[in-house]
C-alpha cells in the first residue's frame, strides 16, 4: 500500500464526510452546470490539499474528533485549488487533466471560465453563509497570491529573465502559499492559538517549496515515468532550478545562448536535448533534491515538535512522500 493510501486509510472517516460535504455544497438543480460540477469533483487529482487540511485539524483538536469548520476548509481549499487548474487549463488550451478530458476541452472554453468562477464564488459563499468568517477571511487572502504568482510568472517567462529569488518567490505564490493556508487554516478550524496557526501554515509553506521544486524535477525526468513531456515546461519560457543553477555558473554569453535554445525549443520543439546535457553535466538535478530536501526538513522539524500521535506520523510520511513521488 502506498503512503497516500494510509493516510487515506487514517483519515477514512473524516474524506467521507469531507466528501459528503463537498457534493451536498455542489448540488445544483440546472442539469447542465451540475453535470459539469459532477464531473469537476470526480477529477480532482490526489487531494493532497484536503488531506493536510484535515491532519493538522486533528493534531489540534481538542476533543480527538474534528467539526464541520475542517470539513467546511477541505472544500474551500480543495475547490480553489480546482479552479486555478481549469483557468490554467483555458490559458494553455490543455486537452487533458488528471488523465481526462479537460473542462475546456469538454465543454468548451466559455463555459470554463464561468465555472471555474463559480467553483470560486460557490466555495466562499458556503463559508461566509454559515458564519465562519475567520476561515473565509484567512483563506481568501491567497487568492489574491496565487493570481499575483501567475502574472508575475507570465512577465518573467516572456523575457526570461529569471533568478533565483524571483523563481522562489514566483513558487511560493503559485503553489506553497496555498499548501500553507491548507495547514494553516485546518489548524485554525479547530481552534488553534495564532502562534499555533503560524506554525502550521510555516509547515505547509515548507511542504508547498518542496512539492513544487519536485514537479520541476519531474519535468526533467522521463516521460515512461511521469506521462508527461519531458522539459515540457521549457515550452512555455518556464526556467526551473535546475536550468538556474546551469545558468548561474555560466557567463554572460553562454546565459544569453541558453536562453535562445528556450525560445527555440518554445517555437519549434527543437533543442530540448541541449538542454537536458546542460542539465546532467551540471549535475544540477541532484543539486535541485539537496534545495528541495532542505525544505522538506525544515517541515520535518515542526512536525516532530508536535505531541506524537497517528496524524503527526502521517505528517511526516507526507513529507517523504513528496520527496519521492514518481509523478
Known amino acids: 500500500m ?87 487549463d483555458i490559458i494553455d488550451n490543455a486537452e487533458m487533466r488528471h488523465g481526462a478530458d479537460s473542462v475546456n476541452a469538454r465543454y468548451g472554453s466559455h463555459s470554463a471560465v464561468v465555472i471555474g468562477d463559480y467553483i470560486l464564488a460557490k466555495a466562499f459563499s458556503s463559508g461566509m453563509e454559515s458564519g465562519q468568517f475567520d476561515l473565509v477571511n484567512y483563506i481568501t487572502r491567497t487568492l489574491k497570491t496565487l493570481c499575483e504568482g501567475e502574472l508575475i510568472q507570465t512577465n518573467v517567462s516572456n523575457s526570461l529573465d529569471m533568478t533565483r529569488d524571483k523563481y522562489y518567490d514566483i513558487i511560493y505564490r503559485k503553489t506553497a502559499s496555498l499548501l500553507g493556508t491548507c495547514c494553516g487554516a485546518g489548524a485554525l478550524a479547530s481552534g488553534a492559538d495564532h502562534t499555533a496557526v503560524a506554525v502550521a501554515r510555516q509547515i505547509g509553506d515548507n511542504l508547498g517549496m518542496a512539492f513544487q521544486i519536485k514537479d520541476d524535477l519531474l519535468d526533467y525526468a522521463p516521460s515512461s515515468q511521469t506521462g508527461k513531456p519531458t522539459c515540457a515546461d ?29 525560445r527555440t525549443i518554445a517555437e519549434t520543439g527543437e533543442g530540448i536535448e541541449k538542454i537536458y546535457a546542460l542539465v546532467e553535466r551540471a549535475d544540477a538535478v541532484s543539486h535541485s533534491i ?35 513521488r514518481s509523478f
Not at 532542505?294 to 513528496?322: G, H, Q, V
Open 290 to 324: 539537496e534545495v528541495m530536501e532542505s525544505y522538506l526538513n525544515a517541515a520535518r522539524s515542526m512536525i516532530k515538535t508536535y505531541p506524537e500521535s497517528p496524524y503527526r506520523d502521517a505528517m511526516l510520511s507526507l513529507c517523504d512522500y513528496i520527496g519521492k
Open 234 to 262: 521549457l515550452k512555455e519560457h518556464k526556467i526551473t532550478l535546475p536550468l538556474l543553477l546551469v545558468l548561474e555558473e555560466a557567463t554572460p554569453e553562454e546565459q544569453s545562448a541558453i536562453k535562445d535554445i528556450v
Open 2 to 88: 502506498d503512503t497516500l493510501s494510509q493516510i487515506r486509510d487514517l483519515l477514512s472517516k473524516d474524506l467521507s464526510r469531507y466528501e459528503d460535504f463537498i457534493r451536498l455544497a455542489f448540488k445544483h438543480e440546472e442539469d447542465f452546470i451540475a453535470e459539469m460540477l459532477d464531473y469537476l469533483i470526480e477529477h480532482r487529482g490526489k487531494g493532497i490539499r484536503p488531506i493536510l487540511a484535515l491532519l493538522m485539524a486533528n493534531i489540534h483538536s481538542r476533543t480527538g474528533a474534528v467539526s464541520q469548520r475542517a470539513y467546511l476548509v477541505a472544500m474551500i481549499v480543495e475547490m480553489l485549488h480546482t479552479a486555478s487548474l481549469v483557468h490554467d
